[in-house]
């Protein structure tokens, strides 16, 4: 593709599910205009951090560890709530980096993952039918007519929300940890050894006019940066060649990812990527399959094999949870962790087999002590999932379910490296 970008141009593309039942488009304008002066949430010089890191993973000498909440909410928004997924990040990046025997690349769904593409675009209940919840930066989650209608002034308060959580983040990165010990819940022996640790923010880039709003040039550089985020990523229903969210990331320096469900087929992926990445920079572009337990031994090879012939440098990362949602028998939408945890280990396999490195991890999750998804260690059932289920829309991990998945997933690691160890 050579015509020409802006951060403006997505707009003359066919785009999907951005909301469009806005009642007051000037007030949504003025916002747009305000968020385009407010400061950049991230800085490029950052962002270019986190491309050479994931530049390291595509060359298969480190892994990628990107997970958070399914959808940040201003309800949830609390210290403690941030403080533990992030340390639930670094605990699981702890056991992935010992065992895994590499470095891990910390990336958090956090700071701005507030938008949700829904299936149907209306809700009904007793009769009565509402616009559907979309995510707080859109509309409110309770059924009635004043929530459900969207509201512009959400955009500045996610916006707002998202600095101050990334200012916790970046004071809790900067305190580091020490050791493992200190990860698994000790303090550390002595002041001197804590270490910094590089963690980076994403989210799904959904609403563009929001991206456009934060994208700006890098002076030193003279190129676009979407400073929302570090690293943002295309939705599997918003991933068309020829639509609006490719347009726009076609044209930003962050690294970005791309969903790779059941649909999609060898030809499109090569598309894609020469679209997204086509000077072939390592670290820039990450591809996060999520097709489901029971479809990804019938997907994921072909695609492989497709990215491998081709030989640009991506990552391959896995999301187990997309593919594996289902509703209990009680209405709860769940996901069982044997289907996940069935799907990473399908994604090392096939890796393995198509001389791929099984780059990364890209989980729902969250530190609080939620019953959301099925199963894990303390075997959460379908009975025990109204006792915590506080998820803005998908089911996430709990911690414990999140750190036996961490274990298992380095296990996987260290056993199909082993016969590359040998054969070294
Ligand atoms: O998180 C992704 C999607 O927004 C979500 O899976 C869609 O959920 P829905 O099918 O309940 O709309
Ligand atoms: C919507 C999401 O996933 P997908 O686009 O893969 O359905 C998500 O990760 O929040």
């Known amino acids: ?49 986190l491309r050479d890191a994931l530049g390291q993973v595509a060359q298969g000498k480190a892994f990628l560890l990107q997970g958070g909440d399914c959808a940040e909410s201003f309800k949830e928004f609390a210290a403690d709530n941030v403080r533990s997924t992030f340390q639930l990040l670094l605990q699981m990046a702890g056991v992935l980096t010992f065992a895994g025997g590499c470095p891990v690349v910390k990336v958090g769904r956090i700071a701005g993952q507030f938008a949700k593409p829904r299936s149907n675009a209306t809700e009904t209940v007793d009769g009565v039918t509402l616009p559907s919840y979309r995510g707080d930066i859109i509309n409110g989650m309770d059924f009635n007519a004043r929530e459900r209608t969207p509201d512009p002034q959400r955009l500045l308060r996610a916006y707002h929300q998202s600095a101050e959580t990334l200012q916790l983040v970046r004071a809790l990165a900067r305190e580091g940890y020490a050791d493992l010990a200190q990860l698994l819940g000790h303090r550390p022996e002595t002041e001197g050894a804590v270490r910094p640790v590089d963690f980076f923010t994403s989210h799904e880039a959904l609403l563009l006019n929001v991206e456009q709003a934060m994208t700006r040039v890098d002076e030193a550089t003279g190129d676009w940066y979407d400073t929302s985020a570090h690293m943002l990523w295309i939705g599997e229903r918003t991933r068309q060649l020829e639509g609006g969210h490719v347009e726009f990331m076609r044209g930003i320096q962050n690294p970005i990812g791309l969903k790779c469900g059941p649909t999609m087929e060898a030809d499109d992926l090569v598309r894609l990527i020469d679209t997204l990445n086509p000077q072939g920079i390592p670290g820039k572009l ?49 996901r069982s962790v044997a289907r996940i945890l069935a799907e990473v280990m399908a ?53 414990t379910q ?18 590359q160890a040998h054969a070294a």
């Open 402 to 419: 999140a750190l036996q998945l961490a274990f298992r997933v380095a296990d996987g690691l260290h056993t199909v490296r082993a016969p």
């Open 1 to 49: 593709m050579n015509t020409p970008w802006s951060p403006s141009s997505w707009r003359s593309k066919p785009v999907r599910y951005l909301p469009d039942d806005y009642p007051d488009l000037a007030a949504l304008t003025r916002v747009e205009a305000e968020l385009a002066k407010l400061p950049p949430l991230v800085t490029a010089a950052e962002t270019r951090r």
């Open 286 to 334: 990450t591809l996060i399959g999520r097709f489901g337990s029971d479809q990804v031994a019938e997907c994921l090879p072909r695609l492989m094999a497709a990215t491998r012939r081709h030989g640009s440098p991506v990552v391959w990362s896995i999301d187990p949870m997309h593919g594996n949602t289902h509703k209990a028998t009680n209405g709860y939408k769940t």
């Open 347 to 399: 994604f090392l396999q096939i890796a393995a087999a198509e001389g791929v490195h099984p780059g990364g991890l890209h989980l729902e999750m969250t530190g609080q002590d939620v019953t959301e998804c099925l199963g894990g260690p303390l075997d959460v059932s379908e009975d025990d999932l109204s006792s915590r289920y506080h998820t803005h829309c998908d089911p996430r991990l709990n911690a």
